[in-house]
């Protein structure tokens, strides 16, 4: 079995900055995708920035409302993945969920994982 847990989230004024973690464990045979979705009140969730793994090489995409504020960096070894936010505004409040995609080394099957989601607030 394997599952996401993130850490990270929290209150920070407009214009700051945090820092969010996913760690990926259990039996795992290989990554095929790790990444943030953000879901605002009342809204439904989006892609915020995700890193694709294709023959050992990261590749990494934003959504364009995140596009040279936040950064997303994924340690192939370790299985995490982690969002740098920056320059953060209050729509960018709401639950971050860590998503990937891994194939297991019980049955070499992939699937769809979630996080239990984080909770990010941008506030004066």
């Known amino acids: 079995q394997v599952q996401l847990v993130e850490s990270g989230g929290g209150l920070v004024q407009p214009g700051g900055s945090l820092r969010l973690s996913c760690a990926a464990s259990g039996s795992i045979y290989s990554i095929n995708y790790m990444g943030w979705y953000h879901q605002a009140p009342g809204k439904e969730r989006e892609l915020v920035a995700r890193i694709t793994t294709r023959a050992s090489t990261n590749y990494a995409n934003y959504a364009d409302s995140v596009k040279g504020r936040f950064t997303i960096a994924r340690d192939n070894a370790k299985n995490t993945v982690n969002l740098q936010m920056n320059s953060l505004k209050p729509e960018d409040t709401g639950v971050y969920y860590c998503?990937?995609?891994?194939?297991?080394?019980?049955?070499?099957?992939?699937?769809?994982?979630w996080g239990q989601g984080t909770l990010v607030t941008v506030s004066s």
């Open positions: 998503n990937a995609e891994v194939r297991s080394s019980m049955n070499l099957r992939s699937v769809e994982l």
